[in-house]
């Protein structure tokens, strides 16, 4: 058996066994990526350790580090009512907001997991305080930044273009940013139906008075009032944005750097916000990318791609490709499997049966709408900034969706697509 099927292989023990005896994913992938790395790959601990997510660790626990402070001094909490006058009230239309607000951050430059970031933790403190299913509300920021995630000026956009022109093939920009939007719309759609986005109130209870879950609100003067340490915060979440935005600074480092400054002013804020960064999640997603890592530099993704790239039939490579794109963007990074896929699809795309431009629309979707995945940086930053849930339970959620998108969405937009000749 090849050291790529072995590799594997023990990913599919350590999903079993994770599942089955409720031990901590990314524990046992830590384990994985040892026992592979050094027994089968003979990777030295330095070259292992490589493939650990060290940026992703920062954005986790910098993100969930400030909002947990803006939670624990009541900035969401005013954010979140401040968010209902805007809609007039009527809080259905909330999951609408943060898909477009998601959207517009990507389409105007900001890279996906950066919009995620910015607009997740309070969409999911909102759900939380309206009796909205986190995972409608998680499902509608993912799909929102991908939505608007391949404009001709986003970051992904600018990267799928270049490589077209690199490898010299065929490409249409709007087609391409017009692919991504209309299918994660159309799924923002099914998934707001599907999990109740039609018996949200019209309207939002009045401070004072009673939600449907029988809590009352707190009073208007509790919510309202800015606090010195709301102020605070609230500039501290307006540097967060500009800093991403504006200046392209790291939003892991600039959230955490946000939060110490914080932390120094109001301590006691600070010492309930690091405990309140969610450590489970931290080490789910690190373990599991680090084994990923060694994946990636044994040559098993690669190994994969060309398989499939081998095959006589390009209708049915082409579907394998989409397949791959979601599988491995289900876990990794979706820029850096387009970048690896685009080039592996071009010697059946130059032969002509396939059109190229619905091609690398088939595998820009497939490869990020995925994203929602607990493991993916979109995913989990979903997991990990949502209050008031069992974690466990909305890991799986996420988990069972985002295997859905896997199985689901290559054969659509193959079908969409690729079928017809697009281009």
């Known amino acids: 058996m090849s050291d790529e099927l072995i590799s594997i292989l023990v990913l599919v023990v350590v999903f079993v066994i994770a599942t089955t005896r409720s031990i901590n994913m990314g524990a046992l992938s830590f384990a994985a990526a040892f026992g592979v790395g050094e027994l089968v790959a003979d990777f030295s601990a330095d070259h292992i350790f490589a493939g650990f997510p060290g940026d992703l660790f920062v954005v986790l626990v910098g993100v969930t580090y400030l909002f947990a402070l803006a939670r624990a001094n009541g900035t969401t909490d005013w954010l979140v009512h401040a968010s209902i006058r805007l809609v007039g009230g009527r809080v259905a239309l909330i999951p609408w907001v943060m898909f477009a607000i998601s959207g517009a ?18 969409a999911l403190s909102f759900a939380a305080r309206y009796q909205i299913s986190p ?3 998680g499902a509608m920021v993912v799909h929102g930044s991908q939505g608007g995630g391949f404009s001709p000026i986003s970051i992904y956009g600018s990267i799928v273009n270049g490589i077209v022109d690199r490898e010299k093939l065929p490409g249409n920009e709007i087609t391409l940013f017009l692919a991504s939007l209309v299918v994660n719309l159309i799924i923002a759609a099914v998934v707001f139906v599907v999990c109740g986005g039609l018996k949200l109130p019209r309207t939002a209870v009045r401070a ?10 707190a009073p208007a003067d509790a919510e309202g009032r800015l606090t010195p340490a709301r102020i605070a915060t609230l500039a501290a979440l307006v540097a967060l944005v500009v800093a991403v935005l504006a200046f392209d600074l790291d939003a892991g480092l600039t959230a955490i750097t946000l939060a110490v400054a914080l ?13 309140e960064v969610t450590w489970p999640t931290v080490l789910l997603i690190c373990g599991v990318l680090t084994y990923v890592g060694v994946l990636d530099e044994m040559g098993t993704i690669d190994y994969a791609g060309k398989a499939v790239s081998d095959i006589g039939v390009p209708l049915l490579a082409a ?22 896929l685009i080039p592996l699809a071009v010697p059946f795309l130059a032969q002509g049966d396939i059109g190229a431009v619905g091609m690398i629309a088939a595998l820009a979707v497939s ?30 959620q996420l988990m069972v969706y985002g295997g859905i998108m896997v199985v689901a969405v290559p054969p659509v937009v193959w079908l969409a697509m690729v079928v017809p000749g697009l281009g």
Do not use: Q
Not at 263 to 275: C, E, I, L, T
Not at 324 to 340: D, N
């Open 105 to 122: 951050l990507t389409a105007i430059g900001a890279v996906s997991p950066a919009a995620v970031a910015i607009v997740a933790p309070l």
């Open 135 to 137: 995972l409608l509300m």
């Open 263 to 275: 932390s120094v002013f109001w301590p006691d804020h600070g010492k309930k916000a690091v405990n």
């Open 208 to 217: 004072g008075e009673e939600r449907e879950d029988g809590a009352e609100e």
């Open 367 to 396: 490869a990020t709408v995925v994203d929602v995945s607990p493991f993916s940086t979109n995913g989990a930053l979903v997991l990990a900034n949502a209050p008031d849930v069992d974690r466990d339970r909305f890991f799986r």
């Open 319 to 340: 579907l394998l490709l989409c397949y791959i794109g979601a599988i491995v963007s289900a876990f990794a990074s979706s820029v850096g499997i387009m970048g690896a």
